[in-house]
């Protein structure tokens, strides 16, 4: 059984930094492809970045581009999600999520994922 708990949002200002961190239990954390996603008030879940387990792929969505990186430590089975930069629009619930099933790429869209943490608030003020 895969759990996985989110940690690390909170309140930043506009153009500060913020670094979420997700646990992730589970005998086979190495394998598993990972992402995080944002779910906004009013709109629906979108995906914000992942990063696949064979080769390192990664994937991003275009407001994260060359403002948040995405990693993990394999040998604490933590993915980190850090954001730079912030802008107001990035208000949001932000989700881990876990593929167990190594579904084939890309893992942008919530249906490559099968685990899900409850997600962390975070506020950026402007």
């Known amino acids: 059984q895969v759990h996985v708990t989110e940690s690390g949002g909170g309140l930043v200002q506009t153009g500060g930094s913020l670094r979420l961190s997700c646990a992730v239990s589970g005998p086979a954390f190495s394998r598993y492809n990972l992402g995080w996603f944002r779910q906004s008030p009013g709109k629906k879940r979108e995906f914000v970045m992942s990063?696949?387990?064979?080769?390192?792929?990664?994937y991003n969505a275009p407001f994260g581009r060359d403002r948040f990186i995405i990693s993990k430590d394999n040998d604490k089975n933590m993915l980190y999600l850090q954001m730079n930069q912030m802008k107001p629009e990035d208000t949001a619930v932000y989700f881990c999520?876990?593929?167990?099933?190594?579904?084939?790429?890309?893992?942008?869209?919530?249906?490559?994922?099968?685990?899900w943490g409850q997600g962390t608030q975070v506020t950026v003020s402007s």
């Open positions: 990063l696949g387990w064979k080769a390192g792929f990664r």
């Open positions: 999520a876990v593929d167990t099933k190594d579904l084939p790429p890309p893992q942008t869209t919530e249906s490559k994922f099968d685990v």
